[in-house]
């Protein structure tokens, strides 16, 4: 580009001698001022047309190498590769994987056989000697609570006392077969009277914590379970106590099969990502058709429509126990409260669903049926 073609003219000086004088802002004209300029804008030498140019039809190798996309210097002893290469040929296509199924993540065998002794063992008892029923409910409450408290000193260094617990949980289920509702609370409170005076042996640091979590295990633990010793106490106390297990286990197995099978969308992801809201579908299907059937054939007195209530509220009360101490176990840090039922956990881990729905099933019998 010259620049007459950012629209300036020529100046002297510049591309030659002039035979004017020099111009203002330009070199002085003449031989003795030109000279060094001119050496220093000597014009580009012009090539003949006779001399072949690089990368023309006369280039030399190199042209050459260029124009194939090769390399500028060749070894012309290297083998070089096949102008149509043979097509590789194509791989054979690998088969798909095993869909892989299901797993109920738990020994599907071991929990059906425990769950099956667990059984035969309460009904037994239920209908035999009720003292022997309330015998069951007293070691299931003692171990409850040593699973618990053993937890809560595992993984917060809680010490909740089990002694008073035990004592006061044993003495919480028996008031309330024998004295009702009174006695239970009777026995509750003094319960926590013993939890705080026990505490007191221990040195003071974290003793409000301490005794907070003892007081929250009689609750958790004995109490609820007084209610069930409550539904004993009535006339036709095992067919109540049989319906109540019925419908909470029944909620439970249905919950279990609709989510496992169908179960897509999550009920509670941050407390527990197995519960599924198709689960609960089937918890509430499940519970009101054994509750319709259970209350109007074992039930004096109940009707079906009775029994449908029945059955949605201890499917909404068994999830909710079921989701509570699965808040429990992630704040712990831990799967199962205990091993001693293998396919199951421990006992906590069983009492999950039954401990919350113990009440509601026993207010909705004396409100139905009356307190018999």
């Keep these: 580009m010259n620049d007459s073609s950012w629209g300036a003219p020529p100046q002297a000086g510049y591309w030659g001698p ?3 004088g020099p111009v203002q802002g330009a070199a002085p004209a003449g031989p003795a001022y030109d000279a060094p300029y001119a050496q220093q804008t000597r014009p580009m030498p012009i090539v003949p047309d006779d001399v072949p140019g690089f990368g023309g039809d006369q280039d030399d190798d190199r042209g050459a190498a260029a124009r194939q996309g090769g390399p500028l ?13 043979e097509p590789m040929p194509a791989a054979a296509p690998q088969p798909a994987p095993p869909p892989q199924k299901k ?3 738990r020994d599907l065998g071991a929990a059906i056989g425990v769950g099956v002794g667990l059984g035969a063992v309460i009904v037994a008892s239920l209908f035999f000697v009720k003292a022997v029923f309330v015998g069951v409910v007293v070691v299931a409450v003692v171990v409850g609570l040593w699973e618990l408290t053993k937890r809560l000193d595992e993984r917060k260094g809680i010490h909740a006392p089990l002694v008073p617990l035990a004592v006061g949980g ?7 077969y024998v ?13 926590a009277l013993a939890v705080l005076v026990w505490r007191m042996t221990r040195p003071p640091q974290d003793y409000l914590r301490d005794v907070t979590a003892g007081v929250f295990a009689a609750f958790y633990v004995p109490f609820l379970a007084t209610f069930v010793a409550m539904m004993l ?22 919950a279990y099969a609709v989510g496992w099978r169908f179960g897509k969308t999550k009920l509670a992801p941050r407390i527990s990502p197995g519960k599924t809201r198709e689960g609960l579908v089937g918890a509430v299907t499940f519970a009101m058709a054994a509750g319709a059937l259970c209350t109007h054939f074992l039930i004096d007195g109940g009707t079906w429509w009775q029994g449908l209530l029945l059955g949605l509220a201890v499917a909404v009360s068994a999830t909710l126990g079921d989701l509570g101490e699965s808040m429990i176990k992630r704040d712990l840090g831990i799967k199962d409260m205990g091993t001693l039922l293998p396919g199951h956990g421990g006992i906590m881990d069983r009492l999950d669903s039954l401990l919350p729905t113990a009440p509601v099933a026993w207010l909705l019998l004396v409100i139905f049926v009356g307190s018999g």
């Design 103 to 105: 797993s109920a993540g």
């Design 170 to 176: 044993a003495a919480m289920v028996i008031a309330g």
């Design 18 to 20: 002039s035979e004017q």
């Design 179 to 191: 004295k009702g509702a009174d006695g239970a609370w009777v026995a509750m409170a003094l319960t």
């Design 233 to 254: 106490a009535a006339d036709d106390g095992p067919w109540r106590v049989l319906v109540f297990l019925i419908l909470t286990v029944v909620s439970d197995t249905g």
């Design 73 to 85: 210097f060749r070894d012309p002893t290297a083998p070089t590769a096949p102008q149509n290469p």
